[in-house]
């Protein structure tokens, strides 16, 4: 069995994780950005694709992620948000259709 290796990604698809209730990010969801953040950089992906709705704070979690990135050096125009999924299921759903295009 051969292992096919892909230098670089279209997008990098990072999960939203809950927001604590003044809508700061959870050490969770500050880890799974700064992969993505460190995987744009690297030239693994040319884009990310951020995706949690509101859940835990007023604000989306997608939201939060996109300011968070741009923060760690990530070009805005690189930076999508799906900002309606409430859990990992809603995340595939929703992200479907913009990993389409």
């Known amino acids: 069995m051969s292992v096919h290796v892909v230098d670089a990604y279209d997008v990098a698809i990072i999960l939203g994780a809950r927001l604590r209730q003044d809508g700061s990010p959870s050490a969770a969801l ?48 690189h930076v999508l948000t799906e900002e309606r999924a409430r859990n990992t299921i809603e995340n595939a759903l929703l992200v479907a259709p913009l990993v389409r295009q």
């Open 30 to 77: 500050a880890r799974r950005v700064r992969r993505g953040v460190q995987l744009w950089h690297g030239g693994r992906a040319r884009a990310l694709l951020m995706t949690g709705g509101a859940n835990s704070a007023p604000v989306a979690e997608a939201r939060v992620m996109r300011d968070m990135a741009v923060a760690y050096g990530v070009m805005p125009d």
